[in-house]
């Protein structure tokens, strides 16, 4: 079955920096779009980047410039590199991919950036 699993979050500082992986499984990898969601308490999960199997990416307006989602086909594996944290980058974020019809997501690491 699919399988993604997310590591990497932790607790930052503003301005600081962290680098998110998910390692997927269950999947020809490199055929698939992936993306990278977040969700802080009491708000909706929402979209953070996404990534085409060609390499193509997209990022929410808040984190255009300073997140850099990128993939690695040969070890199965999607990150997110995130740089000029902001307290309001705090969330929990989820790596995503869909095949089928279904949509199907890692169990999420949390990310808090505060002093």
């Known amino acids: 079955q699919v399988q993604l699993v997310e590591s990497g979050g932790g607790l930052v500082q503003p301005g600081g920096s962290l680098r998110l992986s998910c390692v997927s499984s269950g999947i020809i990898f490199r055929m698939y779009a992936m993306g990278w969601y977040r969700q802080a308490p009491g708000k909706e999960r929402e979209l953070v980047a996404t990534?085409?199997?060609?390499?193509?990416?997209n990022y929410a307006d808040s984190v255009k410039g300073r997140f850099t989602i990128s993939r690695d086909n040969a070890k199965n594996t999607v990150y997110l590199q995130m740089n000029s944290l902001k307290p309001e980058d705090t969330a929990v974020y989820y790596c995503?991919?869909?095949?089928?019809?279904?949509?199907?997501w890692g169990q999420g690491t949390q990310v808090t950036v505060s002093t």
């Open positions: 990534i085409t199997r060609g390499g193509s990416t």
């Open positions: 995503n991919t869909s095949s089928l019809g279904t949509n199907y």
